[in-house]
Every structure is written in C-alpha cells, then in structure tokens.
C-alpha cells in the first residue's frame, strides 16, 4: 500500500474518530472503556492500522476502540464510499480552523440531543436534500440574509406547521364538489 493511500486511510480514520475524542470523562461510575487486543483485530484491520502496531498498547483504550471501530467502518465501505469519504475529508482539510471549530461545535451539540431529537433532526435534513436544488439556495439565502428575530419566527413557523401536521397538497384538497355531506336530521 503506497504512502499516500495509507496517509489517506489513516486521516479517514482519524477523522472517523473524532466523535470518541471529543467524549467527556466517564461519569462517576460508569464503566470506563476497555482496551482492545491488537491481536483481536482482523488481518484487514492490522494493514490499516499498521502504523500503531508498536504502540498499540500504550494507546488510551478510548482511542484503540475508536480507531478499531473507525476501521471496521472503513473496511465495511464500498469503493464509491471510501472516494465519497476521502473526497469529504479533502474538503474538511480545506476549511479555515474557525470554520472546522464551528462545525466541531456543532457536531457536538447533535451528540448531546436525545436520541428522538438526532433523528428528527435527521429526518429534517433528509427532507431538505429531497428539495430541488434552487429550493435549497433560495432557503438558505432567506436564513442568511434575516435577522436573528426573524430566525426565531422561522423557526417558531415550522414547529407549529410541524405540530399541526402535514399540510394537504393543492390536489389533495377537497374540491367545492367533494366537500363533506351534511348528515340527514
């Protein structure tokens, strides 16, 4: 494996790790994480990780566990994916320091949400990629340029689309024909 390909395969895992280094101490308590056995690895895992066979031991067990899961992860890829996952950690590399602070933030912020909260937070999200791309630009644009009361209104406006349910669709609404019969008396 050249140079290159395992500077890349290393920086993706690292990378895929970030989310156990930026874990807090455990609690009071809590079990702490166990250590894993270099030699528990698979043969996959040992090319990708070479680079830490002689110090594998002297590695927090935090650290060989996200890196063992990071490679796992990694060797579970497609070929399309691992490109898509190199091509994202290219743009990561580009980005200023205060930008990948931020996101940094950000990241962290979602790991604290309850569970229900990440996936309607996922979910959201999902829904605004399914948009057409100008529909996209033109949302954005319209965050951009208000004001943080109007971003609050924004918000405050879609929960309560949110809450009130799904709006019908023009063809979905009942035509002046189909309306609702009047129960005889």
């Known amino acids: 494996m050249s140079n290159t390909r395992r500077a890349w395969i290393f920086a993706l895992l690292l990378l895929a790790a970030a989310p156990a280094f930026a874990?807090?101490?455990?609690?009071a308590g809590a079990n702490p994480p166990a250590p894993v056995a270099w030699s528990s690895l698979a043969p996959e895992q040992h090319k990708l990780l070479s680079r830490f066979a002689g110090q594998w031991e002297s590695l927090p067990p935090s650290r060989q566990q996200a890196l063992a899961h990071g490679s796992e992860r990694w060797l579970g890829m497609s070929s399309e994916?691992?490109?898509k996952a190199r091509e994202r950690f290219s743009h990561w590399q580009g980005l200023p320091p205060e930008e990948r602070h931020a996101l940094r933030g950000r990241w962290q912020?979602?790991?604290a949400l309850p569970p229900?909260?990440?996936?309607?937070v996922r979910e959201n999200f999902h829904k605004f990629q399914q948009l057409p791309p100008a529909r996209r630009q033109t949302l954005r644009e319209q965050w951009?340029?208000?004001?943080p009361a109007q971003?609050?209104?924004m918000i405050e406006h879609a929960r309560e689309q949110r809450?009130?349910?799904p709006m019908p669709r023009p063809s979905q609404?009942?035509?002046p024909s189909q309306a609702p019969r009047q129960p005889h008396r």
Do not use: I, Y
């Not at 874990?23 to 609690?27: G, R």
């Open 23 to 27: 874990q807090e101490a455990p609690a």
């Open 163 to 165: 809450q009130s349910g």
């Open 116 to 120: 229900n909260e990440q996936a309607r």
């Open 144 to 147: 951009h340029s208000a004001t």
């Open 151 to 153: 971003r609050q209104q």
């Open 109 to 111: 912020s979602f790991q």
């Open 81 to 83: 994916q691992r490109d």
């Open 173 to 175: 609404a009942p035509r």
